[in-house]
């Protein structure tokens, strides 16, 4: 009754199946592994144990922070409950500026210092990202 | 005067929308041919938008301020270049470009179809003046570029100077003629399902108007990537930022559609397939449109976003998916379709070959771009997926694909064999040693580096012998091969010779490594138009002693008040020089960045290329005649 | 052979539709909600929306007014949330004072979530630019101006928000309003 046609046919939707499972673990996987975390000086402060992967922190650059040597620029990312100090060698976006939101990604040091990897740029001078306005807003 | 002209002209497209539905539906039962009437409504429905359209961009060069998109986005001091491209640089204005392209297409679509079914040409226009209507509506109920405000404001606001740029002034509409164009794709297949129509005549037809979304969505691409390169100063062309990839997203689906359809077109498989992808276009265009502008994703490019419009688009985007699914399970028939089983070598094999690894390099794109959203929404964790993930998922796939892209050509169709092939492993010999080489100068010790050199070195050479052995038979495709295989190699030697510097400098210091020396030498301020610019002068010296000037700049605007970099970017055949300076918040220390990024003009030039493969299929018949 | 092709059809109707319809229907409940959560960021819009209608205690005293008694037509309004636990709040504080000198624009504060001696104390040490501060001791009013945080600030004529200000105010945004009142 099954000739070679519906055989064909199962085997094909098989390899399909197949392929299919195997792309979408091997992405998901992929996705653990990548993703950058995002959080605010609190929730930071808030850990209960240092972590070794890239993250993200954003809230705004604290009045009168930066400093700026030859190396490596510093300055202070607050939420206004939390703040944390951070230390960067890098390109500087234009919008980066005392009292703007920022979102600097890199590496925690310890529960105060985060050593940056790079400094997001968005060109919108009314842009925040929405992480940061979560951010201050403490949710 | 322009903005009320241009405002009744919508209200009127939209008559001419109800119109020709009530025709066509009148069309469809009644007589056999084609009735002419319905052609000259969408003529003067399109000739409404075109006047909707230029009455904005009068109203831009007039600086009406009384018009909100306007005052919003334009400023008296602003050239007028920029006062013109300002129309489609907001949300507004560029939904009605859109609109314009929308209704272009689909009035170019009934007088090139003539010989097509009637059914069917009715059918298309009926599915495409959905589509209009929803964006008309869309238009008009909540973002009308024609709103008034009042009182009328002096001045306006200005638009973003990062906008203020010869590419991006062309890239929208560019790049819109690629997306929109797309929506023809999707309105005919929908007519061609339900008419049962999906066949070799078909396909042939739909193919033009497939090259010529894709050549316009790749240049628009393009052009998009030129402008991040140096305006944005992040030095490099893709950062696989959401906004990038909602174009990229297309662009796959869409290739992906072309090479079906050619399968289709001479074998008649892969017809459902064929729907899918051309519904799957559209869709993801629609859905591109819906993540950029409802400001749910998070991305360099933000227009105003209004959750208002989001919800519609969204709505709109799941009413086009839904009824495409009920075209397809209602109405698309499947037992009609020649059954010939095929050979494992053969073209067809290969094309799904790729067709496989272009689908799973979507669903990367897909799931990296949407994914911090749906975890968002699920667990309240935010998340951004970096280039990392891109990298790792897509390089090691992009060996077997360009193999396959490589010997794919070379089959016949249903089924081949590989003798007096000798060529195809002498070529890949040679790729091999090559790769190996310039693996050991590199000084990259990478077992995944050697194979991708090699696999598209192997696909260069091949493309390459087959311009002088075949000369024009299958010469599109062969261009558009060899294009790609230049840029992925132009990209790899980019990727792996690239340097660069960062450093502080107040005026007069000089930086010094083993390899260069950057000197600030000084600081001049220019006053013009609409920005005051410091431009810095460097001299940088590397070990072979030549010195090169450059001239980053830092513009202040007036309006709105905003700094941008602009680089200095010295650009050869081999490499591109690029600085960008920037000065830090009330510092006397300047932010400098130096690259040197070899190859970057072929990676542009390898696109045009690709592109100009598109454009000779799109005019092969007339040659071939 | 019919049969098979009948089979294959029902097939794709009975599992692939439903399957497919609820895995659409699913990404739409995500973009849906996603949508909602991005909602309360808009960066800075030129609104046309009409300004809400509330009843809100005066700061300072018992008496209560209605918006309509506050927002009168053909003066130009500056609807301000603030609080003295807000940081950004004091920086923007300087461009208060300086738009309390124009004479066609009339500033009312909204005191927001706040303690009355701390708001008296933050007034007293950097000064009043308020012709009017209503009292928004539960945040209410706020959630009826859709505004999301402090400090906020609404430019308002003849009933209708023209502009809205999201976070401090900055030289920018201040000259636009001067433009604006002009």
């Known amino acids: 009754m099954y000739g070679r046609k519906v055989k064909l046919r199962f085997f094909f939707i098989l390899l399909i199946f197949v392929t299919l499972s195997l792309t979408i673990f091997l992405i998901l996987k992929s996705l653990e592994e990548n993703v950058v975390f995002f959080q605010s000086p609190s929730e930071i402060k808030g850990l209960p144990e240092l972590n070794k992967k890239k993250i993200r922190v954003g809230g705004m650059v604290k009045n009168k922070s930066i400093s700026v040597q030859a190396e490596e620029l510093n300055f202070i990312i607050t939420d206004f409950k939390n703040e944390i100090i951070v230390t960067y060698s890098g390109v500087v976006p234009n919008l980066f500026a005392e009292g703007k939101g920022v979102v600097a990604e890199g590496y925690l040091k310890d529960k105060n210092f985060f050593l940056a990897t790079k400094i997001l740029a968005k060109h919108d001078e009314n842009y925040m990202p929405p992480e940061v306005k979560a951010a201050i807003e403490g949710k | 005067m322009a903005s009320l002209i241009g405002s009744y002209s919508l209200f009127f497209s939209l008559g001419f929308s109800v119109l020709i539905l009530f025709f066509s539906f009148k069309n469809l039962k009644n007589t056999i041919n084609f009735d002419n009437k319905l052609l000259s409504l969408t003529f003067l429905q399109l000739l409404f938008i075109i006047l909707s359209f230029f009455g904005l961009i009068i109203a831009f060069i007039n600086s009406d301020f009384s018009n909100s998109t306007v005052f919003n986005h334009s400023h008296t001091t602003k050239p007028l270049f920029y006062k013109i491209s300002g129309t489609w640089g907001n949300h507004e204005g560029s939904l009605l470009l859109w609109l314009l392209v929308l209704t272009l297409f689909i009035f170019l679509f009934l007088i090139s179809s003539k010989k097509q079914p009637k059914k069917y040409r009715v059918l298309t226009l009926l599915f495409q003046q959905i589509i209009i209507i929803g964006f008309l509506i869309f238009l008009i109920q909540t973002s009308n570029p024609f709103a008034q405000i009042y009182p009328v404001p002096s001045e306006g606001l200005g638009l973003n100077p990062i906008l203020q740029d010869p590419a991006l002034a062309i890239h929208p509409p560019i790049l819109y003629l690629g997306y929109v164009g797309s929506s023809i794709i999707f309105s005919s297949v929908l007519a061609a399902s339900s008419t049962n129509y999906i066949s070799k005549e078909w396909a042939k037809h739909i193919k033009q108007w497939i090259l010529i979304s894709w050549i316009f969505l790749t240049l628009g691409i393009l052009l998009g990537s030129i402008w991040a390169y140096y305006e944005l100063g992040w030095g490099g062309f893709w950062f696989w930022d959401p906004v990038e990839n909602v174009s990229l997203m297309p662009w796959l689906a869409l290739t992906t559609l072309f090479h079906c359809v050619l399968v289709l077109e001479k074998k008649l498989l892969l017809t459902s397939w064929v729907v899918i992808l051309s519904i799957a276009t559209f869709t993801l265009s629609m859905s591109g449109t819906f993540l950029v502008r409802s400001g749910i994703l998070n991305s360099v490019h933000t227009f105003a976003n209004d959750p208002e419009r989001g919800l519609y688009i969204l709505i709109f985007l799941f009413t086009l998916i839904f009824l495409s699914l009920f075209v397809f399970f209602f109405f698309h028939k499947t037992d009609g379709q020649n059954n010939t089983s095929f050979f494992w070598l053969s073209k067809e094999t290969s094309i799904l070959i790729n067709n496989w690894f272009m689908m799973y390099f979507l669903a990367v794109v897909l799931i990296g771009t949407i994914y911090p959203i749906f975890l968002d929404v699920l667990t309240s964790q935010k998340i951004s997926v970096g280039p990392p993930f891109y990298h790792k998922l897509i390089i090691p796939f992009l060996i077997p694909f360009l193999l396959a892209m490589a010997i794919g050509p070379k089959l016949n169709w249903i089924k081949s064999n590989l003798q007096n092939k000798s060529h195809l492993l002498l070529l890949f010999a040679i790729s091999l040693i090559l790769s190996f080489l310039i693996i050991r100068i590199l000084e990259i010790s990478f077992l995944v580096n050697t194979i991708l050199f090699t696999s598209a070195f192997y696909l260069f050479f091949i493309t390459l012998r087959d311009f002088f052995i075949k000369g024009f038979k299958n010469l599109a495709q062969n261009i558009a091969h060899f294009g790609f295989s230049l840029l992925i190699l132009s990209i790899l030697f980019n990727n792996f010779l690239s340097s660069e510097v960062i450093t502080n400098l107040k005026v007069g210091e000089t930086y010094k490594s083993d390899e260069l020396t950057i000197n600030f030498e000084k600081i001049e301020k220019i006053k013009k138009q609409n920005f005051e610019a410091i431009i810095g002068k460097f001299n940088v010296k590397s070990d072979n002693e030549l010195v090169d000037i450059l001239k980053p700049e830092l513009r202040i605007y007036n309006q709105p008040n905003i700094v941008t970099s602009e680089a200095d970017i010295k650009t050869n055949l081999l490499s591109d020089k690029f600085m960008t300076m920037n000065l830090v918040q009330n510092q006397e220390y300047f932010n400098i960045r130096y690259q040197i990024k070899p190859f970057m003009i072929w990676i542009w030039f390898s696109v045009i290329i690709i592109s100009f493969g598109g454009l000779f299929s799109f005019f092969k018949k007339k040659y071939e005649n | ?182």
């Open chain 3, 1 to 182: 052979m019919g049969c098979s092709a009948f089979s294959k059809k029902n097939m794709k109707t009975k599992i692939l539709l439903p399957f497919t319809i609820v895995s659409f229907l699913f990404i739409f409940f995500i973009l849906y909600v996603g949508l909602n959560r991005s909602n309360i960021y808009i960066p800075e819009t030129v609104t046309n929306e009409k300004i809400p209608t509330f009843k809100v205690k005066v700061f300072n005293s018992e008496k209560e007014l209605t918006s309509k008694e506050i927002f009168e037509n053909d003066i130009y309004y500056l609807l301000n949330i603030w609080a003295s636990w807000c940081i950004p709040c004091r920086d923007e504080h300087p461009y208060l004072m300086e738009l309390k000198k124009n004479k066609k624009l009339e500033i009312v504060g909204l005191n927001y979530k706040d303690k009355v001696k701390n708001a008296n104390n933050f007034l007293n040490e950097l000064n009043n630019p308020y012709t009017l501060i209503l009292s928004d001791t539960d945040g209410t009013i706020a959630i009826e101006w859709g505004a999301y945080g402090v400090p906020e600030t609404f430019l308002i004529y003849n009933g209708k928000i023209i502009k809205k200000i999201i976070g401090p105010m900055n030289n920018n945004l201040f000259k636009e309003i001067e433009r604006a009142v002009k």
